[in-house]
């Protein structure tokens, strides 16, 4: 006979802001009240093809009271695979979103991954994602991207108003209490910039590279920071921002340890984001933390947050926002202005979380 287990968390690539935000659940679970499956964080694009068949082979047979998942597993797929685990509550949470993906030509797009995120979300009890942006930009995209099924037709609308009755926006929490205080240098000389994002074409290298070299153009002082995760297919700009600022870049490269990745951060003075595809942004909400002004894209996520004053609409306009700061940097410095990040902190989401996450009465 199966036995019983209030939670069961699926994550077929555990690894960043997957990792991240399931690490900040794990934290507040009582012991013994959960299983967790998961899969390495790499190929991606076979994670969210096949992981689904891995996971009705190893999740044991247990009367799981609530199901969470990552939109990268294809939750139809599971359920049809494992029926026992169809009366559970089944959660689905999504860090991005695949309808709204910034490809370098649209040819290349693989409609699968999509059409397996609905899929996903009309067998699911409820959808959470993490940023009105987010929910906003794949509910609308619903009809746009079945219509490019060729031979079959759907009730689109339909579709999106399933999907959109069941969504919801949650953030991934922060534990601003548990990110660690690190002994960083007082900010002296030149202006600080970091850039703290996966080094791939929908973060835009090419934009942070026009901006920091016009930005080398105006006769003020800078140090920049390129900071994150690499991939095998590194884009050429990142070498050539090496070449063309020389000593101006002090760090470059993924940082393995937490705690000197904090301190980068806290001896930072401004956190540049240049995203085409950004639905939360923990990087840049982490900078903000330790003290980072934020410069972000006046697009995606970001307007959610942050004021107009830390969003720039062009290049150009990042250019003299960043010149600016550059040649006044002491004063730049004592400025008393600060994000409000408790919208993002576990002690306002905490509750909705576990209020999602408890078994269901009566169960």
């Keep these: ?43 991606w694009h076979w994670k969210a093809r096949a992981s689904a068949l891995n996971f009705s082979q190893t999740i044991p047979l247990t009367d799981f009271s609530v199901i969470l998942a990552s939109s990268v597993l294809n939750l139809t797929e599971l359920v049809g695979l494992r029926p026992d685990l169809a009366n559970s509550r089944k ?3 999504f860090h991005e979103n695949q309808l709204e993906y910034p490809l370098q030509d649209a040819k290349d797009r693989d409609c699968q991954y999509g059409y397996n995120q609905i899929l996903s979300c009309l067998t699911a009890d409820i959808v959470i994602f993490n940023s009105q942006y987010n929910l906003t930009s794949f509910v609308s995209n619903i009809p746009a991207f079945l219509h490019k099924i060729p031979s079959i037709a759907f009730d689109t609308d339909r579709i999106r108003q399933q999907v959109s009755h069941k969504s919801t926006v949650l953030p991934v929490p922060i534990e601003f209490r548990l990110l660690p205080q690190v002994d960083a240098r007082e900010k002296t000389g030149p202006l600080r910039i970091v850039w703290p994002h996966r080094w791939e074409h929908d973060k835009n290298p090419a934009l942070i590279k026009r901006i920091v070299t016009q930005l080398a153009e105006c006769s003020v002082e800078f140090q920049l920071s390129i900071l994150g995760e690499q991939s095998s297919q590194c884009p050429p700009e990142f070498a050539e921002i090496r070449a063309v600022l020389g000593d101006r870049v002090v760090h470059f490269g993924y940082v393995e340890s937490k705690v000197a990745f904090y301190r980068i951060l806290a001896e930072s003075d401004v956190v540049l984001s240049t995203a085409d595809h950004e639905f939360q942004g923990l990087s840049v909400q982490e900078a903000i933390h330790y003290g980072c002004y934020p410069l972000c894209p006046k697009r995606l996520v970001y307007p959610e947050y942050l004021p107009d004053r830390c969003l720039y609409s062009t290049e150009r306009q990042a250019v003299k926002l960043l010149a600016y700061a550059a040649g006044s940097v002491h004063s730049f410095r004592r400025r008393t202005f600060r994000v409000d990040l408790t919208p993002f902190s576990w002690d306002t989401l905490g509750g909705e979380y576990a209020r999602i996450l408890l078994p269901p009465p009566n169960r």
């Design 1 to 43: 006979m199966p036995g019983t287990c209030e939670l069961l968390i699926i994550e077929p690539f555990y690894g960043g802001s997957h990792k991240y935000f399931i690490d900040v659940l794990l934290n507040r679970l009582k012991p013994d009240t959960h299983h967790l499956a998961t899969l390495p964080d790499c190929k």
């Design 91 to 93: 959660v689905v949470y």
